[in-house]
C-alpha cells in the first residue's frame, strides 16, 4: 500500500554532512522524495512533534538538541514506507542499532542523555498525517 512518512535529518546528521547519504539510502531502496526542506525547528513545532514524549525524563535534552542547529525534513513516498523507513534507520539507541541500519552504520551516542541517532521517522499513518501536517504547510 502506497504511504506517506515524514522524516527528519537531525541537527547531528545535518552537521555531520550525512544528509546525502541519509537521502541515498531512502532513495536506494525505492522511496520517494516528494518534499524536502532544510528549517530551524521552532520551539511550537518540536513540542507539537514529540507531545507524546512530553514529561519524560529526555524530553528538554531531546528538545534542545533539536534545536541546536539546522534540520532536514522530507516526505517520503512509497509501498509500506512508514515501516520501511524505520526499519532502514534501526533501533533508537546507535550503539546497539543493527549493522547496515542508518544508526547502526552511522550513529553513536556520544555519551550524553539524549540519543543523537541522525534521524527520526514516523510510527503509524496517524503519526505522519500529523507530523508532516507540522513541519509542512
Ligand atoms: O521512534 P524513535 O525515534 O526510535 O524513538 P522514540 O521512543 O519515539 O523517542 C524519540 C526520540 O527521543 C529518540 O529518537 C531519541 C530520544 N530518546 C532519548 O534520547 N532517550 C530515550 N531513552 C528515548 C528516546
Ligand atoms: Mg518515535
Given at each position: 500500500m502506497t504511504e506517506r512518512t515524514l522524516i527528519l535529518i537531525k541537527p547531528d546528521g545535518v552537521a555531520r554532512g550525512l544528509t546525502g547519504e541519509i537521502l541515498r539510502r531512502a532513495e536506494a531502496k525505492g522511496?520517494?522524495?516528494t518534499r524536502l526542506t532544510q528549517v530551524e525547528a521552532r520551539a511550537e513545532q518540536l513540542a507539537a512533534h514529540y507531545a507524546e514524549h512530553e514529561g519524560k525524563p529526555f524530553y528538554q535534552p531531546l528538545v534542545d538538541f533539536m534545536s541546536s542547529g539546522p534540520l532536514v525534513a522530507a516526505v517520503l513516498e512509497g509501498d509500506r514506507v512508514i515501516e520501511g523507513f524505520r526499519s532502514l534507520a534501526g533501533a533508537t539507541e546507535p550503539t546497539t542499532?543493527?549493522?547496515?541500519?542508518i544508526r547502526g552504520d552511522l550513529g553513536r551516542d556520544?555519551?550524553?542523555?539524549?540519543?543523537?541517532?541522525l534521524v527520526h521517522g514516523s510510527d503509524s499513518p496517524e503519526s505522519a498525517a500529523r507530523e508532516i501536517s507540522i513541519w509542512f504547510d
Open positions: 522511496y520517494r522524495i542499532a543493527a549493522p547496515g541500519t556520544w555519551g550524553e542523555k539524549v540519543q543523537k541517532n
